[in-house]
């Protein structure tokens, strides 16, 4: 997946359970990037939550000094995934490349 316009991710579904759950790995494929292709971990489960629903996400990342970037990036697309499920508009992603 072309990520940043020039930066290309890799990885591979391990675990997919309709409307509950998907698993997946995640990582670069640079060479010498310190989150190599697949050497991320991603979990994202759905669940129930009286009228809504609630997102759990954890992205392990075995590469010291990373985890402010990784937390960023799932804020502002969480964030964007949310004014979007109330069917809001979220607008052009600031983050998008050309």
């Known amino acids: 997946m072309n ?9 591979r579904f391990e675990e997919l359970v309709p409307v509950r759950r998907v698993v997946f790995t995640w990582g670069w494929e640079a060479a010498g990037h310190p989150i190599p292709a697949g050497s991320s971990r991603v979990e994202i489960e759905l669940v129930p939550d009286g009228r809504g629903t609630r ?5 392990t990342v075995g590469a010291p000094g ?9 804020g502002h697309y969480a964030a964007r995934l949310a004014i979007a499920s109330a069917g809001g508009d979220p607008g052009p992603d600031p983050w998008a490349c050309d």
């Open 66 to 74: 990373f985890r402010a970037r990784v937390e960023a990036g799932w």
């Open 3 to 11: 990520v940043e316009g020039d930066g290309f991710a890799a990885g």
């Open 55 to 59: 997102l759990r996400l954890t992205h």
